[in-house]
């Protein structure tokens, strides 16, 4: 089955799943729970970097879905309606924590710095490749808006438009925030000179590191 | 030793008036420890009682305070659970067990024991001020007397008849109740039911996306921020409502009363009523309407205004 | 062109280097800036930039969900069914909550079943003969009985009460009997307004929950 018609087969399912729910359905509860737990587990743990944290914001996500099941109308897919929920969840845990706050419509990207060169013989050289786990610590390790943004679009697939309304920023600052994200990645992963040998485009090494653009 | 067996619940939450906070935990899952008491509180200069207990960082906390007094609660950045009590006289003592008995507590409760059951109302009361750990949840019963609590982000159970309660930055769900006293709750960010037959319900500055709040013949005041796809029901039968709404958040509002009024002076898109119900007396959108905000009453006015 | 110093290393970047920079994020946001790609064949070191960014973002699709612990669906459930959104085949039902060994509880839990029951099935007040004494009105004379023996029993045990208490009670106890009152009056004339209908059993319910409270805490020795 290929991704277009995976997702129309999931959205079929949850809606009947939605309804039984709405019924109160314990098996219908429990196969939204199985179908979704581990997309709503990995973005709680990508936005906040802690498994434990992950957890309890998993919890918390799932029991306000159940509870608000009876309100979902449909207008939007289940799943959209769903990760929502999540990314406030975890918005709000941050917001809590104190942590700053991700607003991307404060930064002023008027005055951008260009991308900086320090030019030598090692930046002409490709990263090739990265390793999941190399992957995972570094999108932690980015500021909570800058891997916010990364996690949703990159990661879980959200569109622009649809990154603004969660997070509450203008298109444009989605994009560019993605864009210094992505950048700001870049540079922590050559920073860990994990460099591997250059292999074909497609090839992957003994790791299941793939080197080639998916998109 | 006395040796009781209890059923300790793992969910906290007290959400009906006329249960004590005792036999609230006594809940349903199934569990049974033996309390073993570790006996009355070392005693202090005076009557006052003094008691520090190691625990784990998100220990659960219970105090039953039938007679009343004052009880103060904050949390702290240690695993201790510190306690100072003041009883009134000696006519009335503290009782303290722990879960396990020796090791860091898991479970600490603090129960006031009358000795003297033909003391006067005054003569019995018991002032509580204890220090947790700010992960710790929380259970307390106290029907006379105020309660205050601080910073604490596990879930918080309240309940009270006379007194007023007050919950600062709590994080967790907060569940309080009281028949006449005052409920206040500033700066809640998890979920809040609260609950007064004739007291005032004041939220300051909210930022939780889930409260329920009804009172019978108090008024309500809500002042605080409508979290996207957040639910909030206030209730109040004959008392009034004031809300106070930021422009820049994202609601879909239901104001409704039977013989009351509605002054709505947010400038709403009136849109199709996403949940099922019948049409009342104001409804309308403020931008995408991703917050959900019921507002109900009898007879008392509805009054919903914006914030900046 | 690039400008090298001495040392063989570019000091700053060119103007076209720039020019690329700026066109990067539209570019791999699939907006057309043919710049790019004819730049990135002339420097290596854009070409590098723009490869790296490309593997990152496709590094980052590819990354698969993190499997959460077993444990989550038992805390989940254990809440819902705690809430009650659903129900457990070992979670007692309402009866086994009413036969508790507190009387008074399971009075007040029959009460409300018995009421909710009575809403529920759309029965009317029309023919309350007791709406024009004020008197609290109840069609069915069971659970008119039952609230009435609780109201009796909290007033024996109210004489031992705290007087700060006893007062709250009290008030409360008027304040809801109003309300009651209220909205049965009102609903004889329009029985099918739902909010009204709502907050009258919302006024039983918290009477029958005050009730059972003051009455346990004039049990045992609490005063």
Request: hydrophobic share 40%; glycine share 8%; proline share 4%.
């Given at each position: 089955?290929?991704?277009?018609?995976?997702?129309?087969?999931?959205?079929?399912?949850?809606?009947?799943?939605?309804?039984?729910?709405?019924?109160?359905?314990?098996?219908?509860?429990?196969?939204?729970?199985?179908?979704?737990?581990?997309?709503?587990?990995?973005?709680?743990?990508?936005?906040?970097?802690?498994?434990?944290?992950?957890?309890?914001?998993?919890?918390?996500?799932?029991?306000?879905?159940?509870?608000?099941?009876?309100?979902?109308?449909?207008?939007?897919?289940?799943?959209?309606?769903?990760?929502?929920?999540?990314?406030?969840?975890?918005?709000?845990?941050?917001?809590?924590?104190?942590?700053?706050?991700?607003?991307?419509?404060?930064?002023?990207?008027?005055?951008?710095?260009?991308?900086?060169?320090?030019?030598?013989?090692?930046?002409?050289?490709?990263?090739?490749?990265?390793?999941?786990?190399?992957?995972?610590?570094?999108?932690?390790?980015?500021?909570?808006?800058?891997?916010?943004?990364?996690?949703?679009?990159?990661?879980?697939?959200?569109?622009?438009?649809?990154?603004?309304?969660?997070?509450?920023?203008?298109?444009?600052?989605?994009?560019?925030?993605?864009?210094?994200?992505?950048?700001?990645?870049?540079?922590?992963?050559?920073?860990?000179?994990?460099?591997?040998?250059?292999?074909?485009?497609?090839?992957?090494?003994?790791?299941?590191?793939?080197?080639?653009?998916?998109? | 030793?006395?040796?009781?067996?209890?059923?300790?619940?793992?969910?906290?939450?007290?959400?009906?008036?006329?249960?004590?906070?005792?036999?609230?935990?006594?809940?349903?899952?199934?569990?049974?420890?033996?309390?073993?008491?570790?006996?009355?509180?070392?005693?202090?200069?005076?009557?006052?009682?003094?008691?520090?207990?190691?625990?784990?960082?998100?220990?659960?906390?219970?105090?039953?305070?039938?007679?009343?007094?004052?009880?103060?609660?904050?949390?702290?950045?240690?695993?201790?659970?510190?306690?100072?009590?003041?009883?009134?006289?000696?006519?009335?003592?503290?009782?303290?067990?722990?879960?396990?008995?020796?090791?860091?507590?898991?479970?600490?409760?603090?129960?006031?024991?009358?000795?003297?059951?033909?003391?006067?109302?005054?003569?019995?009361?018991?002032?509580?001020?204890?220090?947790?750990?700010?992960?710790?949840?929380?259970?307390?019963?106290?029907?006379?007397?105020?309660?205050?609590?601080?910073?604490?982000?596990?879930?918080?159970?309240?309940?009270?008849?006379?007194?007023?309660?007050?919950?600062?930055?709590?994080?967790?769900?907060?569940?309080?109740?009281?028949?006449?006293?005052?409920?206040?709750?500033?700066?809640?960010?998890?979920?809040?039911?609260?609950?007064?037959?004739?007291?005032?319900?004041?939220?300051?500055?909210?930022?939780?996306?889930?409260?329920?709040?009804?009172?019978?013949?108090?008024?309500?005041?809500?002042?605080?921020?409508?979290?996207?796809?957040?639910?909030?029901?206030?209730?109040?039968?004959?008392?009034?409502?004031?809300?106070?709404?930021?422009?820049?958040d994202s609601v879909e509002l239901r104001a409704r009363t039977v013989r009351g009024k509605v002054n709505n002076e947010l400038r709403l898109k009136h849109a199709q009523p996403r949940s099922p119900?019948?049409?009342?007396?104001?409804?309308?959108?403020?931008?995408?309407?991703?917050?959900?905000?019921?507002?109900?009453?009898?007879?008392?006015?509805?009054?919903?205004?914006?914030?900046? | 062109?690039?400008?090298?110093?001495?040392?063989?290393?570019?000091?700053?970047?060119?103007?076209?280097?720039?020019?690329?920079?700026?066109?990067?994020?539209?570019?791999?946001?699939?907006?057309?800036?043919?710049?790019?790609?004819?730049?990135?064949?002339?420097?290596?070191?854009?070409?590098?930039?723009?490869?790296?960014?490309?593997?990152?973002?496709?590094?980052?699709?590819?990354?698969?969900?993190?499997?959460?612990?077993?444990?989550?669906?038992?805390?989940?459930?254990?809440?819902?069914?705690?809430?009650?959104?659903?129900?457990?085949?070992?979670?007692?039902?309402?009866?086994?909550?009413?036969?508790?060994?507190?009387?008074?509880?399971?009075?007040?839990?029959?009460?409300?079943?018995?009421?909710?029951?009575?809403?529920?099935?759309?029965?009317?007040?029309?023919?309350?003969?007791?709406?024009?004494?004020?008197?609290?009105?109840?069609?069915?004379?069971?659970?008119?009985?039952?609230?009435?023996?609780?109201?009796?029993?909290?007033?024996?045990?109210?004489?031992?009460?705290?007087?700060?208490?006893?007062?709250?009670?009290?008030?409360?106890?008027?304040?809801?009997?109003?309300?009651?009152?209220?909205?049965?009056?009102?609903?004889?004339?329009?029985?099918?307004?739902?909010?009204?209908?709502?907050?009258?059993?919302?006024?039983?319910?918290?009477?029958?929950?005050?009730?059972?409270?003051?009455?346990?805490?004039?049990?045992?020795?609490?005063?």
């Amino acid at each position: 089955m290929n991704p277009t018609e995976n997702r129309t087969s999931r959205a079929a399912s949850d809606a009947q799943l939605v309804a039984r729910a709405q019924q109160g359905d314990e098996q219908a509860f429990a196969a939204l729970f199985d179908l979704h737990k581990r997309r709503v587990y990995s973005l709680c743990l990508r936005m906040t970097g802690d498994t434990a944290e992950a957890e309890d914001l998993s919890q918390e996500a799932f029991l306000q879905l159940f509870r608000k099941i009876a309100t979902f109308r449909g207008e939007s897919a289940f799943s959209t309606w769903l990760h929502r929920l999540v990314v406030n969840v975890v918005l709000m845990h941050l917001r809590k924590k104190g942590l700053q706050q991700i607003s991307l419509d404060e930064v002023d990207t008027s005055q951008d710095d260009p991308v900086k060169r320090e030019y030598g013989d090692d930046d002409k050289r490709l990263l090739h490749s990265i390793d999941r786990l190399t992957l995972s610590r570094a999108i932690d390790a980015l500021p909570p808006g800058y891997r916010a943004v990364l996690v949703l679009h990159d990661v879980e697939g959200y569109e622009h438009n649809e990154i603004a309304q969660i997070l509450n920023c203008s298109v444009g600052n989605s994009k560019s925030q993605l864009h210094k994200a992505r950048l700001k990645l870049r540079d922590a992963l050559r920073s860990q000179r994990w460099q591997a040998p250059a292999r074909a485009p497609g090839a992957a090494d003994a790791a299941g590191n793939v080197g080639h653009e998916r998109r | 030793m006395a040796m009781f067996n209890k059923k300790w619940c793992a969910s906290q939450r007290i959400s009906v008036l006329g249960r004590r906070a005792v036999r609230t935990v006594l809940g349903r899952c199934g569990l049974v420890l033996l309390l073993v008491p570790s006996g009355l509180l070392g005693a202090a200069a005076g009557n006052q009682l003094e008691k520090t207990i190691q625990c784990i960082p998100t220990p659960r906390i219970s105090i039953s305070n039938p007679p009343g007094g004052v009880v103060v609660v904050r949390g702290w950045d240690k695993s201790e659970v510190h306690a100072v009590c003041l009883p009134a006289t000696p006519k009335v003592t503290i009782d303290c067990d722990q879960v396990p008995a020796r090791g860091d507590a898991e479970k600490v409760r603090f129960t006031t024991q009358v000795l003297d059951t033909q003391a006067g109302s005054q003569e019995k009361t018991v002032n509580y001020e204890i220090d947790i750990p700010s992960g710790a949840s929380l259970e307390i019963y106290n029907p006379s007397g105020s309660v205050t609590v601080e910073r604490v982000s596990g879930d918080d159970g309240v309940e009270s008849v006379s007194g007023s309660v007050s919950v600062r930055d709590g994080a967790g769900h907060t569940s309080v109740t009281s028949l006449s006293g005052a409920i206040e709750l500033i700066r809640p960010t998890g979920r809040v039911e609260a609950t007064s037959i004739t007291g005032d319900l004041r939220f300051t500055a909210s930022e939780s996306a889930n409260v329920h709040a009804q009172t019978t013949s108090g008024a309500i005041f809500f002042d605080g921020d409508f979290v996207p796809l957040g639910e909030y029901v206030l209730s109040s039968y004959g008392g009034n409502m004031d809300v106070a709404c930021p422009t820049s958040d994202s609601v879909e509002l239901r104001a409704r009363t039977v013989r009351g009024k509605v002054n709505n002076e947010l400038r709403l898109k009136h849109a199709q009523p996403r949940s099922p119900s019948a049409p009342g007396n104001g409804f309308g959108v403020q931008n995408q309407g991703d917050a959900t905000v019921e507002l109900k009453s009898y007879s008392g006015t509805i009054h919903v205004h914006s914030r900046p | 062109m690039e400008d090298r110093g001495g040392n063989g290393n570019v000091t700053r970047a060119s103007e076209a280097c720039r020019q690329f920079d700026s066109d990067l994020e539209a570019y791999l946001e699939g907006e057309a800036r043919p710049g790019v790609d004819a730049h990135a064949v002339e420097c290596a070191f854009c070409a590098a930039l723009l490869a790296d960014l490309q593997l990152v973002r496709a590094a980052a699709g590819g990354l698969e969900p993190d499997e959460p612990p077993a444990r989550l669906w038992a805390n989940v459930r254990a809440a819902l069914v705690d809430e009650g959104l659903i129900r457990s085949p070992r979670q007692r039902g309402w009866w086994q909550w009413a036969l508790r060994p507190v009387p008074v509880t399971a009075l007040a839990g029959l009460l409300l079943a018995g009421f909710l029951y009575y809403m529920g099935s759309g029965g009317s007040l029309r023919h309350d003969a007791h709406v024009a004494q004020g008197a609290v009105a109840l069609v069915d004379p069971n659970l008119a009985q039952s609230m009435d023996k609780m109201e009796q029993a909290f007033r024996v045990r109210a004489v031992g009460l705290d007087p700060r208490v006893k007062v709250a009670y009290e008030k409360g106890l008027d304040s809801l009997d109003a309300e009651i009152q209220e909205c049965n009056a009102f609903l004889s004339q329009q029985p099918d307004d739902l909010l009204a209908r709502e907050y009258l059993a919302s006024a039983y319910t918290e009477k029958a929950r005050v009730l059972a409270s003051a009455l346990e805490l004039g049990d045992g020795n609490v005063q």
